[in-house]
T-cell receptor, first 112, second 112 residues
């Protein structure tokens, strides 16, 4: 898996957009960008993934730069329940039998 | 609702005892996985299965066993041979190997 770099922590006011960056400058052409989050004492939650194009679902938007060396996860209206550790993972879709590698992630703290 | 159910949420094991952790999914996913997470650390893959009646060892399979008799179920047995079983155990599934993995809420195992 390509290495990713994320800021260790970020703060966001409730109701505002949370923009979480991720650098993955060594990403290969067949590697996707995945985002997960983990709330304390719960299992990781899949958020979104993409290859080249920007993606949006009911939880978030994923913006991938044209050179694919970085991406941003956007939570459009953060709530207190979005407080969690967010992980950016780069991985080829055909990897078989290998563990998801979660780095240190970004701890997002949403406050009222 | 579709999802992955792990039970029990908390489990205690006596020395020399085998215990079995349950994982059931109703997402119709082909692939299932077992991970172990230790405090402050990432996920480590124990076993995975891509199809019924077939499974492969992950990075830390020693002291564990699994079965995959049904598509929906992938129980993990922690045997007495596992000398340091205290951890947070996570089960995941995906439509096919390589697709985004979705996680259960975990089982926390402790030694009495």
């Amino acid at each position: 898996d390509a290495k990713t770099t994320q800021p260790p922590s970020m703060d966001c006011a409730e109701g505002r957009a949370a923009n979480l960056p991720c650098n993955h400058s060594t990403i290969s052409g067949n590697e996707y960008v995945y985002w997960y989050r983990q709330i304390h004492s719960q299992g990781p939650q899949y958020i979104i993934h993409g290859l080249k194009n920007n993606e949006t679902n009911e939880m978030a938007s994923l913006i991938i730069t044209e050179d694919r060396k970085s991406s941003t996860l956007i939570l459009p209206h953060a709530t207190l329940r979005d407080t969690a550790v967010y992980y950016c993972i780069v991985r080829s879709i055909d990897q078989a039998g290998t563990a998801l590698i979660f780095g240190k992630g970004t701890t997002l703290s949403v406050s009222s | 609702d579709g999802g992955i159910t792990q039970s029990p949420k908390y489990l205690f094991r006596k020395e020399g005892q085998n215990v079995t952790l349950s994982c059931e999914q109703n997402l119709n996913h082909d692939a299932m996985y077992w991970y172990r997470q230790d405090p402050g650390q990432g996920l480590r893959l124990i076993y995975y299965s891509q199809i019924v009646n077939d499974f492969q060892k992950g990075d830390i399979a020693e002291g564990y066993s699994v079965s995959r008799e049904k598509k929906e179920s992938f129980p993990l047995t922690v045997t007495s041979a596992q000398k340091n079983p205290t951890a947070f155990y996570l089960c995941a599934s995906s439509p096919q190997n390589g697709q985004p993995q979705h996680f259960g809420d975990g089982t926390r195992l402790s030694i009495l």
